[in-house]
């Protein structure tokens, strides 16, 4: 499968893509989305469009693939206690868009904020598995209470409240992704210059556009195909789909690339088009 495709998966899947862009060797993708993100800090996304720009440029433990299973991402490998109570993550040799290592500390510093009382997110729920994660978050014990063990700077381990077989999973969700411990504000475009992922922010016109760039210093770079990805922020449904037609775009109707509902038939029957969910 061509990687560009994979990348059309982070925003849905049910996009659809003209056949032709399937087997030629891309270099640039452009994509659109119905607004500006409203935040590039992982741990504060609860909206389909931010999330869709954070996996472009952060990444974590695991990864969720197309059939709903997941992968190792930052994490080299998990071990699961035999009941399920205490998960141990070895790191890795990744590096951070700066070229500094990726570090247990890294988890541990961002998932113990995200926990505060006074940090804003509305998913901090996807650590409460964690043991005093929750009771951090209602402001009922330190965030140095909740059971977040650093080994080492590639080993950390956890201790959840009860059994749990699915935590992997969950760790898939751009929440639990780590930031870089020295960025002041993952919000402010012009300081948020450190990322883990597939991709850095380049620029970013506001109501007009975002352009990503390849990170050379991505642990997996080597198998991403795709230098940039442009972003044009088109909020009018019927544009993304003239867009499209003009060759202007290379995926669209996703939930953060949505075309008129009562055309949708027409393109996916359409010679010009295929869906991800084929690929």
Not at 53 to 61: A, E, K, M, Q
Not at 106 to 115: I, P, Q, V
Not at 195 to 211: H, M, Q, R, T, V
């Amino acid at each position: 499968m061509v990687h560009y495709l994979i990348l059309c998966l982070l925003f849905c899947s049910g996009c659809y893509q003209k056949p032709q862009n399937i087997s030629s060797k891309r270099t640039q993708l452009h994509l659109s989305l119905r607004y500006d993100p409203l935040t590039l800090d992982p741990r504060k996304n609860s909206d389909p469009v931010s999330c869709s720009v954070i996996n472009f440029l952060y990444t974590g433990l695991t990864q969720l693939e197309a059939d709903g299973s997941i992968s190792l991402n930052l994490a080299d490998s998990i071990e699961a206690s035999k009941g399920y109570t205490k998960y141990t993550f070895h790191l890795k040799d990744a590096l951070w868009s700066n070229g500094e290592p990726i570090t247990a500390y890294d988890f541990e510093y961002s998932w113990k904020k995200l926990l505060s009382p006074s940090f804003n997110s509305l998913n901090a729920h996807f650590l409460y598995p964690i043991k005093n994660a929750k009771l951090a978050k209602l402001g009922l014990v330190s965030t140095e209470e909740v059971a977040i063990f650093v080994e080492d700077a590639k080993t950390f381990y956890v201790r959840l409240e009860q059994p749990n077989t699915y935590f992997p999973k969950v760790l898939a969700f751009a929440t639990c992704f780590p930031i870089w411990k020295n960025t002041k504000d993952p919000d402010d475009k012009n300081n948020a210059k450190v990322f883990s992922g597939a991709y850095i922010l380049e620029d970013w016109k506001p109501n007009d556009s975002i352009l990503l760039k390849k990170n050379p210093y991505y642990w997996n770079t080597e198998n991403i195909l795709i230098d940039t990805v442009k972003l044009h922020i088109v909020h009018d449904e019927q544009t993304i789909l003239q867009l499209y037609q003009k060759n202007e775009l290379d995926c669209i109707g996703s939930v953060v690339s949505p075309i008129p509902h009562d055309l949708i038939p027409h393109v996916k029957n359409s010679q010009e088009a295929c869906s991800s969910d084929q690929a």
